[in-house]
Antibody, heavy 114, light 107 residues
Framework: EEQLVQSGAEVKKPGESLKISCKGSGYSFNTYWIGWVRQMPGKGLEWMGIIYPGDSDTKYSPSFQGQVIFSVDRSISTAYLQWTSLKASDTAMYYCVRHDLRLWGQGTLVTVSS | EIVMTQSPATLSMSPGERATLSCRASQSVKSHLAWYQQKPGQAPRLLIYDASNRATGIPARFSGSGSGTEFTLTISSLQSEDFAVYYC?????????FGQGTRVEIK
């Protein structure tokens, strides 16, 4: 069965760093781009960007360029979304999605609060 | 950057009725458009890709149409499980924005 399984919910303070994960299984992980989507509380979906596990080629949406970092570890079929200094406005649900749009992770809730 | 605009924001319908949701792109996206359904507490689910192709396992009451800048998602006869939020997304031009969503609620 094809799956994207994301890491669990996180509660962090402003200024802290964070890396959340998205592990693929049941398909050839290295041959599909992985995208990230943000959904702030009570709001719509925002496309953050995409990374190709095969060579780590990355494209960020303009709104997220410089705000987050995408990475992958091909050896464990896992993509990552990272922040170096969280803000309260980063509080949201984050989804990973395979680039054919058919396969979604279950989401990781990130809460940033002092 | 392409902007996706969905209408209406909310659709109040009764079970069994036909629902028509619209999505407009600020410039042509050809047929590179997807529709999703999202229920509370769940990840989005792909319904339609390439404007008119149903994804695997999606019931035939869901259909998509359109090309260029105007797109429509039709639910032919609303079932109780169809009350949810629906989003469109273009994937023709980077950065692949979503529309703001249409909430289909029970009248």
């Amino acid at each position: 069965e094809e799956q994207l399984v994301q890491s669990g919910a996180e509660v962090k303070k402003p200024g802290e760093s964070l890396k959340i994960s998205c592990k693929g299984s049941g398909y050839s992980f290295n041959t599909y781009w992985i995208g990230w989507v943000r959904q702030m509380p009570g709001k719509g979906l925002e496309w953050m960007g995409i990374i190709y596990p095969g060579d780590s080629d990355t494209k960020y949406s303009p709104s997220f360029q410089g705000q987050v970092i995408f990475s992958v570890d091909r050896s464990i079929s896992t993509a990552y979304l990272q922040w170096t200094s969280l803000k309260a406005s980063d509080t949201a649900m984050y989804y990973c999605v395979r680039h054919d749009l058919r396969l979604w992770g279950q989401g990781t809730l990130v809460t940033v609060s002092s | 950057e392409i902007v996706m605009t969905q209408s209406p924001a909310t659709l109040s319908m009764s079970p069994g009725e036909r629902a028509t949701l619209s999505c407009r792109a600020s410039q042509s996206v050809k047929s590179h458009l997807a529709w999703y359904q999202q229920k509370p507490g769940q990840a989005p689910r792909l319904l339609i890709y390439d404007a008119s192709n149903r994804a695997t396992g999606i019931p035939a009451r869901f259909s998509g149409s359109g090309s260029g800048t105007e797109f429509t998602l039709t639910i032919s006869s609303l079932q109780s499980e169809d009350f949810a939020v629906y989003y469109c997304q273009q994937y023709y031009n980077w950065p692949w924005p979503f529309g703001q969503g249409t909430r289909v609620e029970i009248k």
